[in-house]
Each structure stands twice: as C-alpha cells, then as structure tokens.
C-alpha cells in the first residue's frame, strides 16, 4: 500500500495505491488518523488500489464512523470497482446508508447509474 495526503483547507485528500492487504492495516489506521486530523472533510482516492483485505475494509468503516460522529465528512471518490467489488465479497456494500452515522451516509453505498 501506497498513499500521499494533499490538504487544501479544511479539505484533505487520501489517495492510496496498490494492495491494502492485512500487513498495511497497521499503517492504514495511522494514515487515516494523521489524516483526519484538522480536517472537515477528507475525501479517500481508492482508483489505484488494486484489492483490499477485509481488515482494512473494517478500518475504513471504523474511521467513518468517528468522522461523522465527530461532524466531519469522509467520503470515496468515485472508485474502480476494485475496492467496491471487495467490499461486496465482504459483505460491506449497501444498498441503503448506514444506521450508526448521524446522517446515514456509509462509504460502501452502491451507486446506481442511470440508463
């Protein structure tokens, strides 16, 4: 796993890269930490990961939840569907927010297209 962290403003920028594996969950919770921090809203680039382990899926869940419990905004950026396809092999994609954020939203939300 791979990542960088842009800030402009209260907005930071989580991009990661490669395989977020069950080595990088360690690094991964100290990364959204770190990121997290002074931010209102941080925004997760997951285009360049290439798989990620159920661990690191439960992370990035956990993180969500104190960022919204705590005001802040966390949200994907409209990802490959790499990760998403993980997060449904898991279990994780909704089709409906999740009921432990204040405002309902959950990062695994499935997103529709129109035809």
Known sequence: MHHEF????NVG???IT???????AQELKTVL???LAGVDRLLLDMTGVSSIHL???QLLCS?????????????????DRGPHDD????GF??????????????LWLERTTDL
Request: with cysteine; proline share 0%.
């Open 63 to 79: 993180a969500h939840l104190t960022a919204t419990g705590s005001g802040m905004e966390m949200s994907l950026i409209d990802t």
């Open 13 to 15: 920028t989580l991009r």
């Open 18 to 24: 490669g395989d977020m594996d069950i080595e990088s």
């Open 33 to 35: 930490l770190e990121s």
């Open 55 to 57: 661990s690191c899926v």
């Open 6 to 9: 842009i800030r402009d403003g």
């Open 87 to 90: 997060a449904t092999r898991y």
């Open 93 to 106: 994609l909704r089709n409906t927010g999740c009921r432990r954020t204040m405002d309902g939203q959950c």
